[in-house]
């Protein structure tokens, strides 16, 4: 059975940093990309971050490019979302997905975690 | 950045009636890069529909999706009680993605 297990979500001051993890099991994680996608309180979801199978690649949404990071363990199936200058609207429950290959590329999310709360607020 | 527009944005039905949901694209999106996710209050979402039109594992098959280039459809032939949730369409393009501002289908 797929499960992905959010972790280190939180309360956080306006400027501050924190490190989300997300622990996968049930399927070869090496072998697949994987994103993180957020929801604002009350609003719709929104695409932030991929990375490819091999961590070779990544990829940012406009709004998180340069002050977010991710990254992989592959060696620990873990997934990883450093995130730095946070600001009020980062706010959000930020869930990790699981892609899966389709035609030419990774188009949609078959697996999703259950999320991880991050507050930023002073 | 391919923005996705869904209409309308609640729709209120009755169980055993049929719902539609419009997912308008920027500019053309690959069928095979549009997915469909059903999202209840305080769970994650679920994948429905992927490809635009092949169902993912479980999925019943009231649900169904279709739809090419810029113009796409999920359906739902009758609403089950379960059915009532916000739905949401995703396209890929370039290694990114984006999804639509959401559809709330409602108990009328």
């Known amino acids: 059975e797929v499960q992905l297990l959010e972790s280190g979500g939180g309360l956080v001051q306006p400027g501050g940093s924190l490190r989300l993890s997300c622990a996968a099991s049930g399927f070869t994680f090496s072998n697949y990309a994987m994103s993180w996608v957020r929801q604002a309180p009350g609003k719709g979801l929104e695409w932030v971050s991929a990375?490819?199978?091999?961590?070779?690649?990544?990829y940012y949404a406009d709004s998180v490019k340069g002050r977010f990071t991710v990254s992989r363990d592959n060696s620990k199936n873990t997934l990883y979302l450093q995130m730095n200058s946070l600001r009020a609207e980062d706010t959000a429950v930020y869930y990790c997905?699981?892609?899966?290959?389709?035609?030419?590329?990774?188009?949609?999310?078959?697996?999703w975690g259950q999320g991880t709360l991050v507050t930023v607020s002073s | 950045e391919i923005v996705l527009t869904q209409s309308p944005g609640t729709l209120s039905l009755s169980p055993g009636e049929r719902a539609t949901v419009s997912c308008r694209a920027s500019q053309s999106v690959s069928s095979s890069n549009l997915a469909w996710y059903q999202q209840k209050p305080g769970q994650a979402p679920r994948l429905l529909i992927y490809g635009a039109s092949s169902r993912a594992t479980g999925i019943p098959d009231r649900f169904s999706g279709s739809g090419s280039g810029a113009d796409f459809t999920l359906i739902i032939s009758r609403l089950e009680p379960e059915d009532f949730a916000v739905y949401y369409c995703q396209q890929y393009d370039n290694s990114r993605r984006t999804f639509g501002q959401g559809t709330k289908v409602e108990i009328k």
């Open positions: 990375i490819s199978d091999g961590a070779g690649s990544t």
């Open positions: 997905a699981k892609a899966e290959w389709f035609s030419s590329g990774w188009p949609y999310f078959d697996y």
